[in-house]
């Protein structure tokens, strides 16, 4: 029997993605374009939020609907001014951060491509 193995257990599970975000989150902090739009002063809560979302969304515990309810990302992210600009600020750190942790190719590309189409997807202005 052929057994599917989520990308969540692929990358090493979730210390896997709090190293990811917690570098993604450390771009972030350092990238005034985008440390503009986030409104608290202490990012560990936001860093915690996408943590727990890539972690469900791939496949691991389902804490982040608990904590949350559905995701509704493009909803949620009405609010902030994503451009062109942010988007592509945005992908360039979670870029980074999945060279700095060079998971396994197939999970690299898999991660890649999902990551272009959502950053797509959250774009709210010209
Ligand atoms: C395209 C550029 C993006 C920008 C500029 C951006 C910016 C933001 C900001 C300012 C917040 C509010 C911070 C907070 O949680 O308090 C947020 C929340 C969040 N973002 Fe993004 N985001 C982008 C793309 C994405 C993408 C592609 C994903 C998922 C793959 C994502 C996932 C999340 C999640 C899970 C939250 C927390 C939602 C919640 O539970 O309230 N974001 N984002």
Not at 37 to 43: A, G, N, S, T
Not at 44 to 68: H, M, N, V
Not at 71 to 92: C, K, T
């Amino acid at each position: 029997m052929t057994e599917i193995v989520s990308l969540y257990q692929r990358a090493g599970g979730t210390p896997f993605f709090e190293a990811l975000v917690g570098r993604f989150y450390a771009g972030v902090a350092g990238d005034p374009l985008l440390r503009a739009l986030y409104p608290e002063e202490d990012l560990g809560p936001a860093q915690r939020r996408l943590t727990l979302f890539l972690i469900q969304y791939w496949g691991g515990p389902s804490t982040y609907d608990k904590e949350r309810g559905h995701p509704r990302l493009r909803m949620r992210h009405v609010p902030f001014a994503i451009g062109p600009a942010e988007r592509d600020r945005w992908l360039l750190h979670m870029r980074a951060a999945i060279h700095e942790l060079a998971p396994p190719p197939d999970v690299a590309n898999e991660l890649e491509r999902y990551i272009a189409m959502a950053a797509g997807a959250m774009r709210n202005r010209e």
